[in-house]
């Protein structure tokens, strides 16, 4: 079972440049999130979407974007990459439609800004 | 707004030793809690959930967690641990809005085994 793929597992980038992370999910979940890890913070969230063709703001939004074309697809786009953005990217997503349930995570984008 | 503390950063112990692991949230509502693991390298999987009813919920690999309202803890227990169980734990809260699951998690705890 594939659940959620995340591309790619790992990348380096040159401050300034632009990049997007790509997520998969095959549950057929409405609704799907962006979470950066940093030592000592956890996870907190960037952006999600509760369903195809919205999205919103998380707790740290800013140097990000995302799009939600269709159900499966929430990439994750850095227009200007700065080396504070340098923290590993986990996509989730969830069935939220009907009743409390857990969110569901990929493998994770390890991202260096240099 | 929510949050969620995790006092203990590292914690080490002995294999076969019990286990417990704290998890301290602020939260106006009924909250929603959630413990997740993270092996090292890996992706975050699920241990177990509350969501109503019995505050001692079982979960996966032998876990469980006790939900406290009194003491706003949903701290997670192992009678005896393994080798295996080395990796990094999260607590997390579902921030209640019906419309998703987004999640607010503590800074995690590391244990080593």
């Known amino acids: 079972t594939a659940g959620i793929t995340q591309a790619p597992t790992s990348q380096i980038l040159a401050a300034g440049r632009s990049m997007t992370l790509r997520c998969t999910q095959d549950?057929?979940?409405?609704?799907m999130y962006w979470y950066r890890q940093d030592l000592g913070l956890g996870l907190r969230l960037i952006h999600y979407s509760n369903t195809a063709g919205t999205t919103g703001k998380g707790e740290v939004p800013d140097g990000y974007s995302v799009s939600r074309a269709n159900t499966d697809d929430f990439p994750l786009t850095l227009a200007s990459a700065v080396p504070s953005q340098t923290s590993v990217y986990f996509c989730a997503s969830s069935d939220s439609k009907n009743s409390r349930t857990e969110a569901f995570f990929g493998q994770g984008t390890r991202l260096t800004v240099v | 707004a929510q949050s969620v503390t995790q006092p203990d950063i590292h914690i080490t112990v002995s294999e076969g030793a019990s286990l417990e692991l704290r998890c301290n949230y602020s939260?106006?509502?009924?909250?929603?809690l959630f413990w997740y693991v993270q092996s090292p390298g890996q992706g975050l999987q699920l241990l177990l959930k509350?969501?109503?009813?019995?505050?001692l919920v079982q979960g996966i690999k032998g876990f469980e967690a006790e939900f406290k309202r009194s003491q706003s803890s949903f701290n997670l227990r192992k009678p005896s641990v393994h080798w295996s169980d080395a990796a990094e734990y999260f607590c997390a809260v579902d921030d209640d809005n019906n419309a998703g699951n987004m999640l607010t998690f503590g800074g995690g705890t590391r244990l080593m085994v």
């Open positions: 939260y106006g509502a009924t909250p929603y």
């Open positions: 549950m057929r979940h409405n609704a």
């Open positions: 509350y969501f109503s009813g019995d505050t």
